[in-house]
């Protein structure tokens, strides 16, 4: 398919404010902020156009690692995350999935060095990538922005600190930050289409298996949100790809299902963490935050054209059959075999986690739950019954070699 490269960059934008909300809590629109400064400078270097591209993408890549510091027990502001070298580690592995026109090694790795050698890794000066040099100076005025202060005081502070930054770099954003048009555009309403505009379109012809290798830097990052969901993208990416392979789905089709199960879960990176770990039962209003989750799966995947069974597939995942699901209560007519395998597998892999209220149920109790759901027409029976065939098989064979390697 053609892909619209920053379709799908924007809606993982779209998603990772949310998780920056959720850990900051005083940052918001922070990646769109940091890719628009970005911009801005480079637009006065006269970068090459694919160059350009993969400035932009690195800079609304440069936090993907941050759900890695929700698992580091919660820095509580900006200045805690830039202590937490983790997330620079793992937003580095994270995006040698994205398909970048010039990978350049350790841009998100470095993005907090300092051109005095003070940054986690002791680089400086030129030792530190440009990309990297770039967005750290972005990252600093796009924190300060976030905090409430003024032009006039972000400004002083970065005079205040020069000998952190990239001196041509500091002095382009001084010529481009004098003007009231740089600052209104980073307002709410106008950084979107602003970001828009400067960043250049690029399409490109993918396979659905190609595309699977940026939905996993997707996944890495949903898992990674919650101790008690480190495997659960993954886990059921892997079991879809099971089932595909019985039904005898092509191989786009297989590709795509795939990819619907690496993403379900996206609009989850919205879910405070308090909710997703909270131990004991949770409040009417806190399921209502949980349940609005496949409606911003839906949100994000929307806008990546040529995603349309995708989303389906992928958003449906707690629609039921009776018309009791959420966030749309479609009933069995409106929902697809596709979108009922995957809401199945969805139940199957949850039960058979660890979850904070309960330990892991075994493959013979999960399908007794399943098949109790599918009784009470909320899933169907029919995939109930494959699960109980086809992955009881997979646990079997995976429970053997475990035993033969004691």
Known sequence: MKLNVNQMLLSFSFTLDFVERDLLRDVTNHTRHVAYICARIAKLMNLPEREFFDLISYALLHDNGITRSLLDRNPVDMAGLEKNIRHCEVGE????????????????????????????????GEEIPFFSRLIALSN????????????????GILKKNARLFDPELLRLFFHISQHGEFWLNMQPMFIESELGRLFPQETREFSYQNIRRISRLYSNIIDAKSPFTGDHSRGI???????????????????????????????????????LDKPGSLTREEIDVVQSHTYYTRKALEMVQGFEDITEWAANHHEKLNGKGYPYGLTADQLDFNSRVLACVDIYQALTEDRPYRMALSHEESVGILDTMAKQNLIDGSIVRDIDAILGAVFYEEDLKVKKSR
């Open 237 to 275: 990416s892997k079991k879809v790809g099971i089932l595909c392979r019985y039904y005898g789905c092509g191989e786009e089709e297989y590709w795509k299902m795939r990819i619907a199960a690496d993403l379900h879960d996206l609009g989850k990176i919205m879910v405070p963490n308090e909710i």
């Open 140 to 155: 600093r005025v796009a924190v300060e922005y976030a905090q409430g202060n003024t032009p006039r005081d972000i400004l």
């Open 93 to 124: 592995e994270n995006v040698s999935y994205f398909p970048f026109n010039h990978p350049i090694p350790g841009v998100i790795l470095y993005h907090h060095e300092c051109q005095d050698g003070s940054g986690f890794f002791g680089k400086r």
